[in-house]
């Protein structure tokens, strides 16, 4: 992203919501530890779509103790199953009992060729995995993992964020989790949004980050 390309939406601290203007917050969560943090065989297929390890598991429900006073109206996850496992360890027992949807808009970023851990699984098996009432696509609709790649530039990844955003604006929801992942999350708060008094630096596996969205 040039450094005079419009930023269509600011992130801002949980004090700081705009006043008379629609807004939503934000609770960003990484995922927990995940198989391929560990072993670091990203290209290897034995980390095809990575799961959770054991802290990774122990970590989401760390995730959950913080958000369990919070009102949190959706959740909404990466299809990929460290993001999915992450946000059922984290919400699956919250009291508000908030539906899951699924958005590939928020996945993690392909840059680095094509690596295994970032291929998610069938949508159609996923379905049969996780209570998901709702799935989103960005790329082309397909069971399949039709939108897996290993060359998405920072601009790729800017435009797909920014659908991302727009989608979540568009909710009826106003608290809305969000179980993401690392590089994305860092492309996004760095270079596609206007960040105000947010810390944008990577999250750690099972961070959680509340802020404001809205557009500027």
Known sequence: MSPSAARTHVLAAPDAAPLGRPFKVLHLVRHGEGTHNVTHKY????????????????????????????????????????????????????????????????????????????????????????????YHYHAQPADSDSGWRGDETDPVVLERGRAFLEFLLARPETHIAVFTHQVFLFVIMNQGVSANGVQATYFDNGEVRTVVLHRA
Do not use: W
């Open 43 to 134: 290209h290897s297929e034995a980390e095809f779509d990575a799961q959770l390890t054991d802290r990774g598991h122990a970590q989401a429900k760390r995730a959950g103790q913080m958000l369990r006073d919070v009102p949190i109206e959706l959740v909404v996850a990466s299809p990929l199953s460290r993001a999915l496992q992450t946000a059922m360890g984290a919400t699956s027992e919250h009291p508000d009992a908030p539906k899951l949807v699924v958005h590939e808009a928020c996945r993690e970023v392909m840059s680095i060729g094509m690596e295994p851990c970032n291929r998610r699984r069938l949508v159609s098996e996923l379905k049969t995995r996780y209570p998901i009432t709702a």
